[in-house]
């Protein structure tokens, strides 16, 4: 029972992150949940990178590149 739980849970959370293209700040607030929360379960769930790539291809997101000086540019 407790392995189909966390695999209802996990497909949830899934399905949540689709719906909101990987936004994690939207997905938690969808949810009802801290963004910490989320990201715990996505960590447990091994979702993090799945999220990552979602917001990429929707171009939310891309990488960041950053200088020697740590600061971070959008060329």
């Given at each position: 029972m407790a392995k189909y739980l966390r695999r209802c849970e996990r497909d949830f959370i899934l399905?949540?992150?689709?719906?909101?293209?990987g936004h994690n700040s939207q997905t938690a607030l969808?949810?009802?949940?801290s963004r910490r929360a989320l990201y715990?379960?996505?960590?447990?769930?091994?979702?993090?990178?799945?999220?990552?790539?979602?917001?990429?291809?929707?171009?939310?997101?891309?990488p960041r590149k950053v200088d020697l000086n740590g600061n971070s540019s959008d060329d």
């Amino acid at each position: 029972m407790a392995k189909y739980l966390r695999r209802c849970e996990r497909d949830f959370i899934l399905k949540a992150l689709k719906m909101h293209r990987g936004h994690n700040s939207q997905t938690a607030l969808w949810l009802g949940v801290s963004r910490r929360a989320l990201y715990d379960k996505m960590r447990d769930y091994g979702l993090d990178g799945e999220a990552s790539a979602m917001r990429t291809e929707a171009g939310i997101m891309g990488p960041r590149k950053v200088d020697l000086n740590g600061n971070s540019s959008d060329d």
